[in-house]
């Protein structure tokens, strides 16, 4: 068996991070409450790193993925190597960080990063960002992002960094499709509203889920509570750890009542898994 990799949440906020401001009856001083956009990094035991998802707080959560930075000193867990990007959806609080990479590009002296999406999702954030897929050689001194697109095919396996990852559909409810990733034994689960039948196969035997739960009260386009444990009972994953959660959802009064096996994340969570598991063709 390989050696086990590593899943940080480096935001687990919903798509205004949170708290908001200018609602100080909505504020927390308790800072497992303070959750940037939604991002997560899956590193590998040589170094192996795999992005999933660019939102607007990429480049703290590239300095700082951990959450345990002084605000001072070197920081020393700081990211500064990128094997590949994988984009769940175009909405702005998963991919208007894009241009950030352009620093991992310069950290690894020009190496152009290849990004990964659903067809459609990637020709939206090419539309967005058309500069940052130039040509690389093009890039002025590094100014904008070396990055080429990679088109995704639902059910079937690419292999990044080392690792197989495995995509495929799920409903974010009104704003149509949204990307799931298998990897090994674990599944990232972001912004869905509905698991279609058809993906469930994807998400069987699984060590760790990642899943949004937006807030106890019911949204068109997220999971609440009642809707991600009624996934999380079907699909029985040792681990579920949820995310891309709302201001209202505040940890000191939910970590209480989630059932064992059910963690909330904060800003930083790291769990291992291995990437030994099922694959398609
Ligand atoms: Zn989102
Ligand atoms: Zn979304």
Known sequence: MSAPWKIV?????????????????HWSEDPRDHRRRSGALLLGPAGETIL??????????MRDPFKTWDGVSYPADCITRCDGVLITHDHADHSHGLNELRHLNRL???????????????NEVMRMYPYCFEDPTKAYKMATPALRATELEDSRTVTIGGAPITSFAMSHGPYGRVTGLRCGDLAYCTDCKHIPEASVDYLQGLEVLVLNMLREQEH???????????????????HTVLVHMGHEVRYADWE?????GV???????????????????
Not at 12 to 19: A, E
Not at 109 to 114: A, D, F, L, V, Y
Not at 256 to 260: C, F, T
């Open 9 to 25: 949440i480096t935001g687990c906020g919903t798509s205004h991070g949170n708290p908001p401001w200018g609602w100080p009856q």
């Open 52 to 61: 999933i998802d660019t939102g607007p707080d990429l480049m703290h959560q």
């Open 263 to 281: 963690t909330m994340a904060v800003d930083g969570y790291t769990s291992t898994f291995s990437i030994e598991g099922p694959t398609w063709p």
């Open 108 to 122: 690894m002296k020009g190496r152009e990063i290849p990004v990964y999406a659903h067809p459609g999702h990637l």
């Open 220 to 238: 068109v386009s997220h999971f609440n509570w009642a809707e991600a444990s009624a996934v999380i009972e079907r699909l029985a994953p040792k």
């Open 256 to 260: 209480q009542r989630l059932p064992a």
